[in-house]
């Protein structure tokens, strides 16, 4: 069993207790494998059983008698459900098993007999799936603890042996490796990490990684569950692999949770394993010849393209004053120093262009105008690959010596790091404004929940970072297959409907990734919503669709009208910024459900009565004046005793659709209570709002079905006259008035 049995049982009991059926009274209880109860919890929430006094503290053994359902389950290894001697309880236990059948833990069960509308034991059947659960939650909560670990440590060794004393201490059996693999994956036996104790006989990770020597690793399960191997590999690149195993005097096996606890660890610890290595590595290649070569060091210590490519060609005309210095570069940079692109057809760069293919220094003659000059070419060699050539020419016959030679390949491979470094150094620079511009966007869209505030931030940090002429978010209207504009950077384009079958919109959401859009020639792109009356036709495009709960709920989209404005970085913040913007629209809609339903009747649609005091007494601070109006259905009982409680839920939503159809945005219906109703109408004088009082019991009258009818008191209030009133006497004189109302016959509207 995976981890330790209190912990893995609290995952377990979520599951069991989410399962279980509500307002039912029992125990849920965990043994070890001898029976001695080790956790219990009440399985109905927020309230204590325990009938006949049961004696259930951690420590007692549950095995006294020889035919309880815990013995049986330990004994048998099945489920086992039996009655109490008095036949009130119903007690049952369900083994857990490891991989070669031993039980290490009973979880059990006891309830009431008459509270139980079921049969336990098929019940109890039901909870291999809970269980698993239990254990998929664990591994998953676990792995990231283990992972949040990991990423304080910044060298590799402190990282690893975090690691596999973190697996030790969950799987709890046996002895967790780390050994680390070549660039093909095979084993380099003597670097290793091990939780085993070594003594003079050797390690018992030693005779397994030369058991596997030489033959590149894969996933596997080896000696019947007693070896499990994983390679742990990130982006391709072998790193280490890690191994559970157990002695040969350890007689546990391993099981298929061990297994897969490994898997899900070694590949979230991929990213950070690799950094540390990475690291590890720039650590040992920053010290490695530096202290031999001042020049070098003055080129490593650059962070500079153009500085970087300088110093280069300046140090080697000093040294070489007759030879002529050239740099050839395969990549693009916007240094100003002159070099030249290296061909692979001009002759002239032939002792260059081999120098590149072949990747090592190259020396050669070459006949140029009738002269033999010597050409040495080295390539600028860097970890992800080769930037070019450090050529030198010389217009006489010179003999290098191999110190020499040696010399220039060290300084043209130390200058391509120099180089790659400094390219790597500004894309990390760019990289930091990205990822601080990514952290204000969250901390600004985290610090709102109104929605309107997220589309301007949003709309506002658009322009902002990619410096473009157009903007707009664009949300999919329920139901329809058109998109309307809730946000852009030009006001007119605001509320415009697009249809979703309209180019780009179509290919994003077919896609359902973001698209970077370049028009080819010299027209602008065709797109409805472009241009608006004051934006230039545009030429450049980027859209990102917006998930919303789930489901595409919108599309996010920049644009210029100048060529190719977008880099491929550029499209790939934008993808950022659809997952930020996203994710806050959702929590602000969710917010906003939220508060909808806080505030709102789920039947009718109308305002809570505590709502509805809220808004009245605000009314009374600010206000001069206005009315309330309290409804009552009149013989509503006749109609539930008649119809039926859904008919009558159905009149009920009837008459609030009528009250809602005949009062401002500004007033404010609620539901009071039962088949009372009411609205209150801010600086809304009595005549009026007895007009509309009598409208609409008029129009209930009318259209209801079937046909019933209102009772309307009416109270009005003012300040010159009523300073000092109340919410509570303000509903007080409109209840009196619609007492009278329904003493005088009923259907009619009352005055207080």
Known sequence: MLGKLETVFSYMAHFMLLSWPEKRPGILFLTDSAGILVSFMEMQVGQSWNPNKLCLQAGNKL??????????????????????????????????????????????????????????????????????????????????????????????????????????????????????????????????????????????????????AGVPLTPAVEDGYRTVILPITCEGRPLYALFLHLSPEERETYDERDVAFLQEVGEKASYALK???????????????????????????????????????????????HAVVDLFLTVETNATTPVKPLSFQDEDCSTS??????????????????????????????????????????????????????YISILAETAGKAFENAQLYQQSRNLIRELRLINEMARQLNRSLNLQEILDFVTKMLLETFSTEFCAILRKEQGKETFEVISSSHPECQGRIIQAGEKPISEILSSKQALLLVQPGSGPLSFSLLPCSSVTPIASLMGVPLVVEGELGGVLIVADSRHHFFSFDDYKLLEIFGQHASLAMTNAMLHNEVERM???????????????????????????????????????????????????????????????????????????GGEELAVYLPRVDKLTAQAIAERIRSFVEKETSPKVTISCGLAKWSKERNSDISVESLFYQADIALYEAKNKGRNQVILA
């Open 353 to 406: 262009t081999r120098a590149y293919l072949e990747g090592s220094l190259v020396m050669d003659y070459e006949e140029r105008d009738g002269v033999t000059v010597a050409v040495l070419a080295a390539p600028l060699l860097g970890k992800q690959g080769i930037y070019g050539v450090l050529q030198l020419t010389t217009d006489r016959t010179v003999f290098l010596s191999p110190h020499e030679t040696e």
């Open 598 to 672: 806080v505030i709102t009747d789920n039947l009718t649609g109308l305002y809570t009565r505590r709502y509805l005091n809220e808004r009245v007494r605000a009314s009374l601070e600010k206000d001069g004046f206005g009315s309330l109006i309290l409804m009552d259905i009149d013989y509503f009982k006749v109609v539930n005793d008649t119809y039926g409680h859904q008919v009558g839920d159905e009149v009920l939503i009837q008459v609030a659709n009528q009250i809602k159809s005949h009062i401002r945005e500004s007033d404010i219906p609620a539901r009071w």
């Open 63 to 212: 095995i006294d008698e020889p035919h309880s359902p815990v013995s049986q389950a330990l004994r048998t290894g099945e489920i086992s459900v039996q009655k109490s001697g008095d036949g009130d309880l119903v007690w049952g236990a369900f083994p857990l098993k490891e991989h070669d059948g031993r039980i290490r833990a009973v979880i059990g069960m006891v309830a009431p007999q008459q509270e139980i509308e079921f049969e336990l034991a098929s019940y109890m059947r039901g909870l291999e799936a809970l269980i698993r659960m239990g254990y998929d939650a664990y591994i998953q909560h676990a792995t990231s603890d283990i992972i949040m670990k990991l990423n304080r440590h910044e060298s590799t060794k402190d990282l690893l042996e975090c690691l596999i004393h973190q697996i030790a201490e969950i799987i709890q059996k046996g002895s967790v490796s780390a050994v680390k693999l070549t660039e093909v994956g095979t084993l380099i036996v003597p670097e290793y990490f091990t939780t085993q104790a070594v003594d003079g006989k050797g390690c018992h990770i030693t005779q397994l990684a030369a058991r596997f």
């Open 275 to 321: 950094r540390t290595m990475v690291a590890d590595d720039l650590r040992r290649d920053a010290s490695k010849k530096d202290l031999l070569y001042q020049l070098m060091t003055k080129i490593q210590a650059s962070i500079d393209v153009n500085e970087v490519l300088n110093e280069i060609i300046s140090s080697i005309r000093s040294l070489y004053p």
